[in-house]
T-cell receptor, first 110, second 117 residues
């Protein structure tokens, strides 16, 4: 079965420390990979897509087909990065919608 | 108003009530979705509508009944719900190809917080 795994429920770091939010997927074919973010009292929103190869708010995510991973990274965390992060590399059975991971809460403290 | 609008923002209902959640998108998208967000299962896909046709029902109980009268509006009709159905119900929209071959870049609404007593 297709599956996405975010192994960490909570990740706590200090401001300025590097951050890596892990995501592993089990997917047949070529997945389209996304990270979505939900800041406190805000809507869930797209952070970045792997096909765009962008750096958004200092975050990057590289597809590693060998490890079937799509980890989200930032070299220096900021307090405003504190949020819930969802990995979404998986399509539903009919292939028409995204299936999300369980999410990782990132807490950045000073 | 722009984006995806959901009403009501909060709803409290008894197990025998019938109520509806409404979602409206002003983005010109052709696909709309219902997701359920709860503490136990953070983001569960419920229904997908693509070009007003339901393309997925993710094994959702029949006490939840979706309706998509046009590409801008999506409803979730609720009846005889259970307390475990209490959750945040999120609507989203995207611009997709007819057979789901689009980018799946979702725009979410703020959600409707449902409490079933």
């Amino acid at each position: 079965a297709q599956r996405v795994t975010q192994p960490e429920k909570l990740l706590s770091v200090f401001k300025g420390a590097p951050v890596e939010l892990k995501c592993n997927y089990s997917y047949s074919g070529s997945p389209e990979l996304f990270w979505y973010v939900q800041y406190s009292r805000q809507r869930l929103q797209l952070l970045l897509r792997h096909i765009s190869r962008e750096s958004i708010k200092g975050f990057t995510a590289d597809l590693n087909k060998g490890e079937t991973s799509f980890h989200l990274k930032k070299p220096f965390a900021q307090e405003e990065d504190s949020a819930m992060y969802y990995c979404a590399p998986e399509k539903s059975q009919a292939g028409t919608a995204l299936i999300f991971g369980k999410g990782t809460t990132l807490s950045v403290s000073s | 108003e722009t984006g995806v609008t959901q009403t009501p923002r909060h709803l409290v209902m008894g197990m025998t009530n019938k109520k509806s959640l409404k979602c409206e998108q002003h983005l010109g998208h052709n696909a709309m979705y219902w997701y359920k967000q709860s503490a136990k299962k953070p983001l569960e896909l419920m229904f997908v509508y693509n070009f007003k046709e339901q393309t997925e029902n993710n094994s959702v109980p029949s006490r939840f009944s979706p309706e998509c009268p046009n590409s801008s509006h999506l409803f979730l009709h609720l009846h005889t719900l259970q307390p475990e159905d209490s959750a945040l119900y999120l609507c989203a929209s995207s611009q997709e190809g007819r057979f789901g071959s689009g980018a799946n870049v979702l725009t979410f609404g703020a959600g409707s917080r449902l409490t079933v007593l």
